[in-house]
């Protein structure tokens, strides 16, 4: 028992650190599961209290419990550490269902620090399930008061939950200002969603491969809609990947073909503008099933043909304009990059940026607003 809450504790004291300082974690490149659930807002209450603190709180005061079982500490004191690992560890396994569902349901990654704090605190709770009733004749807990006081710990573990729903966490998740001068973006010159005239253009750095992008990407018409046509978003491809973007530390599988897939989009644009929202809209539609799942590099290519023709895209493939945009992409994301913020899709305006995760056109709208100063519509 110590030892697996020394191991849950030490976890959970790094994810701690993780949250408060920034950065990543180790083994946890940019864009890879587990760092879309470190920088997701269920990591947090209110988007201000990590997760992370309470676990390692609880999993410290059950070292400090299992430390004061042992036949040299009083019995009374005995049965009161009992009791105090009961109600933790029924926290424990409320907590590890919650965020498994979040994991699975909501965010769509799982993140295997958090998984191994939760399998241990599962298995603690099996072990002090278990031996509380054995230790009760030398001041331990009968059977049915051992369930009694684990079902407390369920109960606030349930109230945990609806702190994080009931608090709804702030759609931003990170942002920030670019101390360094930004590339300029041409919107008459790149692919947009809007129109070039508009006098509010957001550059959106994204990666094809990025579910994030994907939940965000159909909420840009109806904020341009809210905007009355004054608003546009400037496409701007930042593969989360090495080949390409040298600020991506170490390459995931999940972005193994971001690179191309960009300069796919991009040579579609380059051939035919007006075939470039149709293709954009198809890289982010649901195929089929009530999970979105990126496109494969096989497919964007033939889906780039189909729409442009083999002869044009073969031509525009080779035209250096899509290196130079996409360049110039990825400066603007390097330059945007604080304590490790490094996801997209990120959202720049002037030298503001955000990582926003919206719920809707409504959050994308006050986004918009109150972190990059976009006026009002």
Not at 104 to 126: D, E, N, Q, R, S
Not at 233 to 260: G, T
Not at 283 to 293: A, C, I, P, T
Not at 311 to 320: C, L
Request: overall charge neutral; glycine content about 10%; aromatic content about 8%.
């Amino acid at each position: 028992m110590t030892g697996l809450s020394t191991l849950a504790l030490v976890l959970s004291i790094y994810l701690s650190w993780h949250f408060l300082v920034g950065g990543r974690a180790i083994g946890c490149g940019g864009g890879s599961s587990c760092d879309r659930v470190l920088s997701s807002r269920w990591s947090a209450i209110g988007g201000v209290l990590p997760v992370s603190g309470l676990a390692a709180g609880a999993y410290l005061a059950m070292l400090v419990a299992s430390l004061s079982i042992g036949p040299a500490t009083a019995a009374q004191v005995r049965r009161l550490a009992w009791a105090a690992m009961l109600i933790l560890v029924g926290a424990a396994v409320g907590s590890a269902v919650w965020f498994t569902l979040l994991q699975k349901w909501v965010i769509g990654a799982f993140c295997p620090y958090c998984m191994t704090t939760h399998i241990t605190g599962l298995l603690l709770a099996a072990l002090v399930i278990w031996r509380a009733p054995m230790a009760a004749p030398q001041g331990g807990i009968g059977r049915l008061p051992a369930i009694g006081l684990a079902l407390v710990g369920l109960v606030l573990a349930g109230i945990l939950a609806a702190c994080q729903v009931g608090l709804a966490p702030s759609a931003v998740y990170r942002g920030g200002e670019s101390q360094a001068d930004l590339p300029a973006i041409d919107p008459h010159a790149v692919p947009l969603v809007g129109s070039p005239d508009a006098p509010y253009v957001v550059t959106l750095l994204f990666d094809y491969k990025c579910p994030h992008c994907q939940q965000m990407h159909f909420m840009l018409d109806e904020a341009i809609r809210r905007y009355g046509g004054k608003l546009a978003f400037a496409l701007c491809p930042a593969p989360l990947n090495s080949q390409c973007n040298p600020y991506i530390p170490r390459d995931v599988d999940e972005y193994k073909d971001s690179c191309e897939l960009a300069k796919v989009g991009l040579a579609v644009w380059v051939a035919k503008r007006e075939a470039f929202p149709a293709f954009d809209r198809w890289m982010f539609s649901l195929e089929s099933g009530d999970r979105w799942h990126p496109r494969s590099l096989d497919a964007a290519r033939a889906k780039a043909v189909e729409l442009v023709g083999q002869a044009k895209f073969d031509a525009a493939r080779a035209d250096p304009w899509i290196d130079r945009h996409m360049q110039t992409s990825i400066r603007i994301y390097g330059a945007t990059i604080q304590s490790g913020n490094n996801a997209v899709p990120k959202l720049v305006f002037g030298s503001r940026w955000v990582i926003p995760e919206p719920h809707d056109a409504d959050d994308l709208v006050l986004i918009l607003h109150d972190s990059l100063a976009v006026p009002r519509p």
